[in-house]
């Protein structure tokens, strides 16, 4: 039999699980490669053997920069290659498909069907259009309620693995100091510490089999697994009930990016988020788009007001407003909760940080020009971290204005006057997540 000859296209998240579930110890196909994009200095790794099976992968999978496909498709006779990512507009994602068709090989999109993993437990999976629609608060809303309920709720985070690839097999975090030992990122720890401070376990990593498997006999129990989704891809496991956030700040992206359309259409609710700060126009194309794509969907109209610790520090100066880092880059946002805060508490300019940023900051800026006047909190290594520390210091401001999900001074030395941005999920009138979740305790308990 002749193996068809694959390269998985991929960002160190998706095109693992993909392998894992669909390729791993599967004789019919040998995946030659992996590709990376989006995350900053994660290629030139390799998937290890112990992951991806000694069987038919003794030496390991090598990971190459996605600009290096049209040469991996000739040298090494690849058939078909799998788009594994997630956060993509259709123009670039046909962009990449007319590359690898005109290399010669097949381009490929796998399903749900034969990804998803079914749990011994409910599942609730929450997930999002776009990268910063509001999926964090989502989901500890949603925490809030089942554990209301009494119930046990262990949740599973889309993969950040940018490591040790073998060291981050199976991932537990209970505690802030889990933070610290596993070595995590800022992107890891702004998705991580928000559930953690608040009492539940949360587990990341690459085998997503082995994670399902460890969160389901979790050592403090377990009644629900909570699926905290990544950008705006698909849930890895089977859910029994799928919630969907959309941002009308980014109206037309429930239809035009992928795989966000395809968490819109296999929606069982859809939130629309941040209708306290976005205009009536967009909130409406939004609505119409779910209205013609998932009509049976559970509509919910929601805002995430925010809180600044000292607001007084804001107003009549010059901000340098912090937001989330993939929210700002292949998110494509132009604004976040720092800098309607600064809106909001009046205060007198914006400043551009693009100027003062050093290193890998101004590397960034380079390939996102669209950044607005904002800093995106960069942290996927040390020197990443390095240089989001000068480039504030560098940057002439009164006040700093942290809009990211942790509070910034644990990490890096901040020595200019900084207030935190607080935001949480506000659901407006009804039907609503009380309701949503009713009927879901009804169903399984």
Known sequence: MTKKRIIIIGAAGRDFH????????????????????????????????????????????PIYAEQDLPRLIRELQIDSCIFSYSDISYQKLMN???????????????????????????????????????KSQTSRRVIELLMAKGLKVVAVRHPMPYGDLNAQKVQRFATVEDLKKNKCTIEEMEEYEP?????????????????????????????VILWDGGNNDFPFYKPDLTICVAD???????????????MARIADVIVINKIDSSVPENIQIVRDNINKINPKAIVIDAASPITVSKPELIRGKRVLAIEDGPTL?????????????????????????KAYAVGKLAETFRIYPNIGNLLPAMGYGDQQIKDLETTIENTPCDVVVIGTPIDLNRIIKISKPNVRVDYELQEIGRPNLVEVIDDFMVKHF
């Open 18 to 61: 993909n392998f894992n579930t669909y390729f791993r110890h599967n004789p019919e196909f040998n995946v030659l490669a992996f590709t990376a994009a989006q995350i900053p200095d994660i290629y030139g790794r390799k998937y290890p053997k112990e992951l991806a099976g000694e069987d038919l992968y003794p030496d390991g999978i």
């Open 96 to 134: 990449i498909g007319a590359m690898v068709n005109a290399a010669g090989a097949n381009f490929v999109l796998l399903g749900h069907a034969k990804t998803m993993i079914k749990s011994t437990k409910p599942v609730v999976a929450i997930g999002a259009t776009r990268t910063g629609c509001g």
């Open 195 to 223: 559930h953690v401070v608040r009492g539940n376990v949360i587990y990341a990593g690459v085998d997503y089999e082995a994670i399902l498997r460890a969160a389901e006999n979790d050592p403090n129990g377990c009644d």
């Open 329 to 353: 880059t292949h998110g494509e946002m132009k604004l976040g909760a720092a800098v309607i805060a600064a809106q909001k508490f009046g205060a007198a300019e914006l400043v551009n940080p």
């Open 248 to 262: 009308p700040h980014r109206p037309n992206a429930e239809i035009s990016y992928y795989p966000g359309e395809v």
